[in-house]
């Protein structure tokens, strides 16, 4: 597991939480255009805070190799059975998301950072 994505109503409380008290102040957070705020920690786990009241749904990531490894999995997972729930193909960020057996949300992703 490379990342976890919470949902939270106080984005700048659950920052300030997350890089005072369990060391996710590495390096300066990113804010992507949904609205997500990155947390990096200096193992390289990162922390995803999305807003609540946007439906956004807690997930945790794996981050592959490469984007072509991203589209391998998409492959490989809808080979299986597993329906894509998102998908992105960016120029710096490739992911895909699935449910696992249980529902949990699981993306398998790559990002250039």
Known sequence: MDHLALAVSDQEGSRRFYETYCGFGARPARSYDDGTLMLFHESGFMLA?????????????????????????????????????????????????????????????????
């Open 49 to 113: 805070l999305g807003r609540k009241q946007g439906g956004f749904e807690p997930h945790f990531g794996v981050m592959l190799e490469s984007a072509e490894a991203v589209t391998e999995m998409a492959r490989r997972l809808a080979d299986d059975g597993y329906e894509a729930i998102e998908r992105w193909d960016e120029p710096d960020y490739a992911s895909v998301k699935v449910r696992d057996p249980e529902g949990h949300v699981v993306e398998f992703f790559w990002e250039e950072l």
